[in-house]
């Protein structure tokens, strides 16, 4: 990928672009089923693919970097990703909760992410996507999972907390192993 012109680079945007918005949109299909993962806590399916998200907004990240196109193509996927995933939410009639939730958490922690990404960009990849999710990731979980299930019936403090915490352990299990897949990949 270092290799490649300007438009290769925008391609390979336009691409990760559109997983990210797919995967965004697939996420909050799934946000309303469960799974009990015991004393991990409770996974909403959505974290099975909204984990990925933040590394995918980070390869986005470091590939308008090397088009020397800056932050505006992120503001712009993140934009785009939350405006499908409005149209979405409206066509299958998702609960509005889901969607304030989700579209308040996605501005909100990917804002935060790509601005402390920014600021490391003269850091390594993994150094850089580590830390960011380190603040977006629990920033996400928590604003979105309060917004959505806060008020409720049977979602109390507990059941959140455990919601948050299997949301914490997936959300930086799979960035974690996209970010390394990359890594390893750009080594090949």
């Not at 996974?43 to 693919?49: F, I, V």
């Not at 996927?77 to 998702?94: D, F, H, P, R, S």
């Amino acid at each position: 990928m270092r290799g490649q012109s300007k438009k290769g680079h925008v391609l390979w945007l336009s691409l990760t672009a559109a997983l990210y918005t797919v995967a965004v949109a697939v996420s909050n299909l799934l946000i309303p089923i469960f799974i009990d993962l015991g004393p991990l806590g409770m996974l909403s399916a959505g974290t099975l693919t909204f984990g990925a998200t933040f590394t995918l907004r980070d390869i986005a990240h470091q590939t308008s970097a090397r088009a020397g196109l800056g932050r505006t193509p992120i503001f712009l996927m993140i934009g785009l990703a939350a405006v499908v995933n409005v149209i979405v939410a409206a066509a299958l009639e998702t609960p509005a909760r889901f969607l304030v939730a989700s579209f308040g958490a996605i501005l909100l922690s990917e804002s935060v992410d790509t601005q402390i990404y920014h600021r490391l960009r003269s850091r390594s990849w993994l150094m850089r996507v580590f830390s960011s999710n380190a603040v977006s990731v629990p920033l996400d979980s928590a604003a979105f999972t309060v917004v959505a299930f806060a008020g409720e019936p049977g979602y109390d403090a507990w059941l959140m907390l455990q919601i948050v915490q299997a949301d914490l352990l997936f959300k930086f299990g799979i960035g974690a192993l996209v970010a390394l897949a990359k890594h390893w990949w750009d080594r090949a």
